[in-house]
């Protein structure tokens, strides 16, 4: 359900805003409801860590000065002899 929503913004922002959505065919409301929904869908990925993953979390410890891309290229040096 769609509510409405009053902001007060600069007005050189609103204008650029209404003139970038019109040029990408799309509405002021729909391009603001984008953005917010971006913002929020990264805080609740943030937050959507299972027990599992906590638990899982500092098991492993890596070395400070380990470089994937070495392992990466050992394991093509041996699978193209």
Same mark, same amino acid.
């Given at each position: ?8 913004? !600069? ?9 970038y959505?019109?040029? !990408? !065919?799309?509405?002021? =409301? ?26 899982? =979390?500092?098991?492993i410890?890596? @070395?400070? !000065?380990? @470089?994937?891309? @070495? @392992? ?10």
């Open positions: 359900m769609d509510k409405k929503l009053t902001l007060s913004l !600069n007005e050189s922002i609103i204008e650029t805003a209404k003139r959505a019109k040029a !990408n !065919n799309i509405s002021l =409301s729909k391009l603001i409801e984008s953005y917010l929904g971006s913002l929020t869908k990264e805080e609740m990925k943030k937050m959507e860590i299972s027990p599992l993953v906590k638990s899982l =979390s500092g098991v410890t890596v @070395d400070e !000065n380990y @470089d994937p891309q @070495d @392992d990466y290229t050992q394991y093509l040096i041996e699978k193209y002899k």
